[in-house]
C-alpha cells in the first residue's frame, strides 16, 4: 500500500471536492489538491465553506479501498472514515500545542469553537467502499471572519503564530494518512468527542423539543448515541438533532 501523499496545489478552483471527483477515474491514491481559493467551498448538507484566499488550509485527500489501496472497507463500516480523518486532524492539532476535540460527527472544535470543517463522499461498488474524497477545510491565519459565521477561531488566533501552508500541509496530511491505515480508531474517536459524557442541552431538530442529555458513544454506521437524565437511550443520524451552544 502506498505510504507517500502526493499534494497539487492550485491557485484557485469552484472547490477541492469537485475538482477530486472530476478527476477520480485518473488520480491515484492519498493524491492531494490544495487550493489557495476556492471560489464555492462546500459543507456538509450543502452548506458553503467561507474562507479568506491565501489564509487557510483547503484541500481533498482521495483513498481508494482494496488492491493497492488501503485495506477492502464494507460499506456499512464506512463510518470509519470520519473517525480516521477527524483523529488525523485532531493529531495534528495536538502536535502544535492545540487541543481540540470533535463535535460529531465530523467537525473539530477548540472548546465552543469551529476550527475545521469536513466533507466525506464516499463512493460505493456492491457492498463496499471504492473511493473517498475527503474534504477539509482549516482555520489556519485567518483573524477576521464573516459575521455569519458564530464561532470561528483559526490557529494564529489561538497561538499568535502565522503558519506556512505548504509545510503544514504536508505535517497535516501525514497525519490523516497515518490513521487511514490504523486498524481501528472507534474508542480514541469516541473519547474525542466534544462533550463526550457530560449532560448538555440539544433540540431534536423534527420537533424543536429541547433535551438534556450526555454523549456515550456513536454506531458502527454513525449515529450518535445519547442518553437523558431519565436514562432514556436514543440514537440520532446528522441533522436529527443540534447542539445548543
Keep these: 500500500m502506498k505510504e507517500v501523499v502526493d499534494i497539487e496545489w492550485m491557485e484557485e478552483v469552484d472547490s477541492t471536492n469537485n475538482e477530486a471527483i472530476r478527476r477520480l477515474d485518473s488520480i491515484d491514491n ?9 471560489t464555492s467551498g462546500r459543507g456538509q448538507r450543502g452548506n ?3 474562507t479568506h484566499a491565501g489564509e487557510n488550509l483547503t484541500f481533498s485527500m482521495v483513498a481508494r479501498f482494496g488492491g493497492d489501496g488501503f485495506p477492502d472497507l464494507p460499506a456499512n463500516r464506512q463510518f470509519r472514515i470520519t473517525e480516521a480523518a ?4 485532531v493529531d495534528y492539532l495536538d502536535s502544535e500545542g492545540i487541543e481540540s476535540s470533535v463535535k460529531w460527527p465530523n467537525d473539530i472544535y477548540v472548546r465552543n469553537r469551529k476550527i475545521c470543517g469536513m466533507l466525506i463522499e464516499n463512493t460505493l461498488k456492491g457492498d463496499f467502499v471504492s473511493t473517498s474524497v475527503i474534504g477539509i477545510g482549516l482555520n ?4 477576521d471572519f464573516p ?10 488566533i489561538l497561538t499568535g ?9 504536508e505535517k497535516l496530511c501525514e497525519c490523516v494518512r497515518k490513521r487511514m491505515a490504523a486498524p481501528d480508531n472507534y474508542d480514541e474517536y469516541v473519547s474525542r468527542l466534544f462533550r463526550f459524557g457530560v449532560f448538555n442541552e ?5 420537533t424543536g423539543q429541547p433535551i438534556k442529555a450526555r454523549i ?8 450518535l448515541r445519547t442518553e437523558t437524565e431519565k436514562g432514556e437511550r436514543m440514537e440520532f443520524a446528522f441533522k436529527e438533532i443540534s447542539y445548543v451552544i
Excluded at 86 to 89: A, K, Y
Excluded at 148 to 155: A, D, F, R
Excluded at 202 to 206: D, L, N, R, S
Design 202 to 206: 440539544y433540540v431534536i431538530c423534527a
Design 48 to 50: 458553503s465553506w467561507l
Design 161 to 169: 503564530k502565522e503558519y506556512a501552508l505548504r509545510r503544514e500541509l
Design 147 to 156: 459575521p455569519q459565521l458564530v464561532n470561528p477561531v483559526s490557529m494564529t
Design 30 to 38: 492519498l493524491a492531494v489538491l490544495a487550493a489557495v481559493h476556492q
Design 140 to 143: 489556519v491565519n485567518q483573524k
Design 86 to 89: 477527524t483523529l488525523g486532524v
Design 216 to 223: 456515550i458513544g456513536v454506531t458502527d454506521s454513525g449515529l
